[in-house]
């Protein structure tokens, strides 16, 4: 495959122009590998070939977009994680909420299809009991992929996505639509999902917990840097940040977050 030319660089602007990806900021062989899949299947030789290929087939952009994405995701994945999350975080803001407006804020940034910010919801759930009701809850999934928030705001999955849910959950919180399972209104109503780039949208701030899970690591040292000062600022005091099992702190945020359990990659403010 062709190194760095011209029509690399002009794939990268139209890239950025028309999905609004800004290339950039991701590393370079995780980028070119996933435009390589793209290359393979539309037989194109060279990223020339590859940009006409763009320029009359308007089926092509969605397919790059969830290429470059890479949407893969599961409910409770990494469950070891989840465990602490069930035993230790959530027990912890549950108790540090419970006076007052009781009001939770979580974010799943890179939220995918929605399941990360819909496994919260049903510990949250399960741990309040009839408590639940009293507790001001909102889980805000972002994501930059449209077809994915789609998905996550619709909360419809497959026998096989819901695989990892186990069965008292399944129970509870699905409803079975022939070969479907369909999040309970009771889940949707807590958790909204928005179109929002890490890299260049606005800053969120007020969270009692971060997570932020197999995102950062397709973006550059420094972006990654950056971007974990900016979920430490969008937490309030000893909120939780929770990262990729394969992803470390990296930059100030090394000194600035305490390790709550390194293991599973948990931090707090
Ligand atoms: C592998 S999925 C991770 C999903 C979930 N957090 C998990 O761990 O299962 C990565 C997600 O990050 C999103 N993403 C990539 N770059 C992004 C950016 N700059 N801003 C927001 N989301 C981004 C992708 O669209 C994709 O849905």
């Not at 760095?4 to 990806?21: C, P, R, T, V, W």
């Not at 819909?118 to 399960?126: C, D, P, T």
């Not at 999040?183 to 800053?203: A, R, V, Y």
């Amino acid at each position: 495959m062709q190194k760095k030319d011209a029509d690399y660089e002009m794939l990268k602007k139209l890239i950025h122009q028309k999905l609004g990806f800004n290339c950039e900021q991701y590393k370079d062989s995780h980028f070119k590998r996933r435009i390589d899949v793209r290359l393979r299947a539309t037989n194109s030789k060279t990223y020339g070939e590859y940009v006409a290929c763009l320029q009359t087939d308007r089926n092509e952009f969605p397919e790059l977009m969830e290429t470059l994405t890479v949407n893969v995701t599961n409910f409770f994945r990494n469950p070891e994680v989840y465990d602490v999350i069930e035993k230790q975080v959530l027990p912890a803001i549950i108790k540090a909420k419970s006076t007052g407006l009781r009001s939770i804020r979580i974010w799943s940034a890179g939220c995918s299809i929605g399941v990360e910010a819909y496994s919260i919801a049903m510990l949250l759930k399960h741990l309040l009991g009839d408590d639940f009701k009293r507790y001001s809850i909102k889980i805000t999934g972002t994501d930059i992929d449209k077809e994915s928030l789609a998905r996550a705001q619709r909360g419809v999955y497959s026998r096989m996505e819901v695989k990892d849910v186990r069965p008292a959950f399944l129970n509870k919180f699905f409803t079975k639509e022939g070969n479907d399972y369909v999040i309970n209104d009771e889940l949707k109503k807590i958790t909204q999902f928005k179109k929002q780039d890490l890299i260049s949208g606005p800053k969120m701030s007020g969270f009692d917990a971060v997570f932020c899970r197999n995102v950062t690591i397709y973006f550059e040292k420094e972006l990654q840097e950056k971007l974990y000062m900016d979920f430490y600022n969008a937490l309030s005091k000893d909120g939780f940040f929770v990262m990729g099992k394969t992803e470390t702190l990296l930059g100030p945020s090394k000194d600035t977050f305490k390790p709550f359990n390194s293991k599973e990659r948990i931090y707090q403010k």
